[in-house]
């Protein structure tokens, strides 16, 4: 089970950091945040996988930083120098082989 945390309001130019917390270990599994805006599909912000190698969509590199802590069973998304279009519910995941896990989102808006 996982469970988002950390979202809330922000002006631009701001960060954040969203935490997920998992039930049980997650050291063998892929980590990834994903995301979803209004009316739009759902996006892979970023992963991470067991080895801690990582991935970014285009749109967040170079502002947003994901971690894990497998003996504290978190992962997190740095985020910075945020942007309205940020705004969205975000969702962390672990993934391994074709079986996903999905947790409760937490909204994050970039406003002013």
């Known amino acids: 089970q996982l469970q988002a945390f950390g979202g809330g309001l922000v002006q631009p130019g701001g960060s954040l950091r969203l935490s997920c917390t998992a039930s049980?270990?997650?050291?063998?599994?892929?980590m990834g945040w994903y995301r979803q805006a209004p009316g739009k599909p759902r996006e892979l912000v970023a992963s991470?996988?067991?080895?801690?190698?990582?991935t970014y969509a285009d749109s967040v590199k170079g502002r947003f930083t994901i971690s894990r802590d497998n003996y504290k069973y978190m992962v997190y998304l740095q985020m910075n120098s945020l942007k309205p279009e940020d705004t969205a519910v975000y969702s962390c995941?672990?993934?391994?082989?074709?079986?996903?896990?999905w947790g409760q989102g937490t909204l994050v808006t970039v406003s002013s």
């Open positions: 995941v672990a993934v391994l082989g074709r079986s996903e896990y």
């Open positions: 049980g270990t997650i050291g063998i599994y892929t």
């Open positions: 991470i996988t067991r080895y801690s190698a990582t």
